[in-house]
């Protein structure tokens, strides 16, 4: 990194400063000067000039004041006295009119003051004309000495004698008249007559002159005038100048000053700039000693300053730095390798995962604890450099007793991963990974419960495969259910039967109802269908069930029990405890193909989950067996070991279905040749708990009379449809029938039932909850009820079904529906 010297920065701030300064006093003295000699210009020319103009138009004016006093002198001395001052003062004026700057005004006012001359030059020598005029009459009046005898003569001798131009011509003319008349003599008249001739031509002349004089006294005065109105228009002008000169001061005091403020601020920022860095010099530099002594004292746990310069004091502190790096790089170094090796050994002994490593001669370097306790090893006995041979001599059986010797060389070359099954059922992966300076680390991750996953996905696909397989079918087995059951039931209302053929036709009846709830079962087993569970004492339901069961077993098969003499109250579906009872006899009677027996047991039980009580029922048989590796997936839907068509598959999957739904556990324990035992523990129901039991019959004093009522049914299956109208009207129901909801609507427009039965399945027209939806908007008060074998959900998601609607449920039995009329002809 370049370094940047102090001192050029120091020197260059200064520099500035110095700069900034002398610029300052610089436009100071410009701005002075400037000042100066806008007022010099101003004295000198401007002010000067004015003045000058004045004196002109006061002495101009002064002069034409004067001037018709010398135009009406009568004295020739006095005329020339004041003639001498008149030509010395317009000397003067043209010197004055030469001393202007401006040589306009100069020109003008020259020219001006010889015009003014001019006219007084003329006046002058008008006024001396008249003077001589005068003097020549006055020269003539001893020629007038013949009036003396004259009164009148007398009067124009005395004035006359004062000033002869003053006398008019009339009186001339009078008294010319006047001498004529009187005089005697011829002499007096050549005397006299010649100066009234004189005197008449003067008093011409001279008017002629004072005339002319009073044109020169106006033209003097009228000049007077323009050169006073000239003098104003320079004041003007120069007081216009003298304001734009201030104008242009003020301006340059003003840009003069905004400069200065300028650099005064320049200065300063320069001032205070200097301030903080010489302060951050002085800190850093304090930072730096600090430093320094801290590392004398052996202080290596201080943290080193970071000091963003590139100057000396930078370099200084670079300097120290790579000495108190040295020491607290030492002590940083030795707390890492620490702190990595506390992480390393933590990771190492507290990971979930075994770990071992095996050097280039497949001897054990390194394990943590999770090593040795999922692959079952006593740790105690594991050393370091223990041959890999030892370790595994060490290992519990696998289900692969021979262990392949060319995999300790693999793994040392390239990643392998394989697994191991132990006797126990526990299966552990390896996964091994060569390390480049020769050897292998191997990482070790028990499977066990992924597997169980694994089966619990497979089993919940195969249950949903079954679900859709027993949603498919439900329906179609209920309608033959149904048709059956029906005129099974015909049969039994309609003849008198011997008691043998009663038992016979009970025994179809029962397996009738066992199909029903087979389909009923598959269902719940499948999550189609809910179960509906009840409070059942499961000492006395066995006993009951005994000769059913006994009756299952075929051969030499023999049904042994052994009941609790406590009585267990469970909350379970009865008929799917009956269901896996049956299930697992049947299991037990085909595993004992020679005969044998099975023995039903229960006792009490402390469930461990949640420590309350429970009862387990043990079902155990005599038979074949099954496989060990077999016994995980006996309750799989559709796994069976039977011969094909012997079996479906699915009868422990119910059984372990219903166990799992009733919030139980079953377990299976088997050996080869000695028998199977199931093992199933169903918590006791709490004493709180409802009781949700179905009433499948209603006796005959809650059914009231039906006779008389009408019933449309709407059915399109006929094996269905007919027992269902035999049983209705054996009961004086009045039936219709029709197959379609199409001819329902149109038999309800013409003619209105007392209630409609509708199956929901009616073929590719309109379904039975079109209909009802249909009739509840044109029939609003009419009853419709609706039939299926379909579960209720899938008629809630598929067919429009809602909730609260009563369902009939297929195979139909006669005292369930007659209980229905009866519930809807007492609310007629």
């Known amino acids: 990194m370049h370094t940047q010297s102090i001192r050029p920065r120091l020197m260059m701030t200064l520099s500035a400063l110095l700069l900034l300064t002398s610029l300052m006093a610089a436009i100071s003295l410009y701005t002075l000067w400037q000042n100066q000699h806008l007022l010099e210009d101003v004295t000198t020319s401007t002010l000067a000039d004015t003045q000058t103009s004045l004196i002109l138009s006061e002495n101009v004016a002064q002069i034409a004041a004067v001037a018709p006093y010398i135009a009406t002198s009568a004295r020739p001395f006095q005329v020339q006295k ?86 008019s011509q009339g009186w001339i003319d009078n008294v010319s008249t006047l001498f004529v008349e009187r005089s005697d003599t011829t002499h007096e008249r050549h005397m006299v007559m010649p100066v009234f001739a004189s005197l008449s031509r003067g008093l011409t002349h001279v008017n002629e002159l004072r005339n002319e004089n009073a044109f020169l006294l106006a033209s003097i005065r009228a000049q007077s005038d323009r050169m006073a109105e000239y003098v104003n228009t320079i004041v003007s002008d120069h007081r216009e100048s003298v304001s734009l000169q201030q104008t242009l001061a003020k301006q340059a005091i003003t840009h003069a000053t905004l400069v200065m403020a300028g650099i005064l601020i320049s200065l300063m920022a320069g001032v205070f700039y200097l301030f903080l860095f010489n302060n951050k010099m002085a800190t850093d530099l304090e930072a730096v000693t600090d430093e320094m002594l801290n590392l004398a004292k052996g202080d290596t746990a201080i943290t080193p300053v970071k000091l963003n310069r590139q100057d000396e004091i930078g370099q200084l502190a670079n300097a120290f730095s790579a000495f108190q790096r040295n020491a607290i790089d030492k002590v940083h170094a030795t707390q890492a390798l620490y702190r990595q090796k506390t992480l390393l050994e933590t990771l190492f002994n507290e990971m979930q995962d075994g770990l071992s490593a095996y050097d280039a001669n497949t001897k054990l370097l390194a394990w943590n604890s999770s090593y040795a306790a999922l692959l079952g090893i006593d740790e105690s006995k594991l050393y370091v450099g223990m041959p890999i041979t030892s370790v595994q001599a060490l290992l519990p059986k696998t289900l692969s007793t021979t262990e392949d010797p060319t995999l300790a060389i693999e793994r040392q070359s390239k990643p392998l991963s394989f697994e191991r099954q132990f006797i126990d059922g526990r299966i552990v992966e390896y996964r091994s990974q060569p390390i480049p300076s020769g050897g292998f680390i191997t990482l070790y991750r028990d499977l066990t419960e992924k597997r169980q996953l694994d089966l619990q996905l497979r089993h919940a696909q195969k249950m949903e495969t079954l679900g859709q397989l027993t949603g498919g079918i439900a329906h179609d087995f209920n309608n033959l259910l149904s048709a059956l059951s029906g005129n099974l039931e015909l049969l039994s209302l309609s003849a008198p039967l011997s008691d043998q053929n009663r038992v016979y036709l009970n025994r179809a009846l029962t397996v009738t109802e066992k199909g029903s709830q087979l389909i009923e079962r598959l269902l719940a087993f499948s999550r189609r269908k809910p179960l509906h569970p009840e409070a059942v004492d499961l000492e ?108 479906s598959g699915l009868g422990l999957s119910m059984v372990y279905g219903f166990v799992e739904q009733s919030q139980g556990h079953i377990d299976v324990q088997s050996k080869l040749n000695k028998g199977t035992q199931f093992t199933l523990i169903m918590p006791i129901a709490d004493s709180d708990s409802p009781n949700t039991s179905r009433s499948d019959s209603a006796s005959g004093e809650d059914i009231a009379s039906l006779a008389g009522m009408t019933v449309l049914l709407v059915e399109d299956d006929e094996n269905v449809a007919s027992p269902l109208i035999d049983l209705m009207k054996l009961h004086n129901i009045k039936v219709n029938d029709v197959k379609t909801a199409e001819d329902a609507i149109k038999y309800c427009d013409s003619v209105t039932p007392d209630v409609v039965i509708s199956d929901i399945n009616l073929g590719d027209g309109m379904t039975g909850t079109d209909l009802k939806k249909a009739l509840m908007v044109s029939h609003p008060t009419l009853p419709i009820l609706l039939m299926s074998g379909l579960p209720k959900s899938d008629l809630i998601a598929h067919y429009g079904f809602e909730p609260d609607w009563v369902l009939i449920t297929k195979p139909i039995i006669h005292h369930q529906l007659l209980k229905i009329l009866s519930d809807q002809n007492s609310k007629r």
């Not at 003077?131 to 007398?154: H, K, M, S, T």
């Not at 009865?574 to 595993?591: D, H, Q, T, V, Y």
């Open 82 to 167: 004041e003639k001498a001052k008149l030509t010395a003062r317009i000397d003067t004026l043209v010197e004055h009119a030469a001393e202007l700057s401006d040589p306009r005004y100069a020109a003008e006012l020259s020219q001006r003051v010889d015009k003014v001359s001019e006219l007084l030059a003329q006046l002058m020598g008008n006024v001396e004309r008249e003077l001589y005029i005068r003097e020549d009459l006055l020269a003539q009046q001893f020629n007038l000495e013949p009036l003396q005898r004259y009164r009148f003569g007398r009067a124009f001798i005395a004035a006359y004698s004062q000033n002869p131009t003053y006398i």
């Open 540 to 647: 006395d339901t066995l006993l009951e069930l005994q000769d059913l069961l006994d009756y299952t077993l075929e051969g030499a098969s023999l049904l042994s029990m052994d009941l609790d003499k406590k009585n267990h109250t469970i909350f379970v579906d009865k008929s799917g405890l009956e269901s896996a009872l049956m299930n697992l006899l049947i299991n037990a009677n085909a595993a004992m193909p020679e005969g044998g027996t099975v023995k039903i047991s229960t006792h009490s039980c402390t469930l461990i989950d949640s420590g309350k009580a429970g009862v387990v029922i043990d079902v155990s048989d005599t038979g074949v067996g099954i496989p060990e590796h077999l016994l995980s997936k006996v309750m799989e839907p559709f796994f069976t070991t039977k011969d094909k068509g012997q079996g």
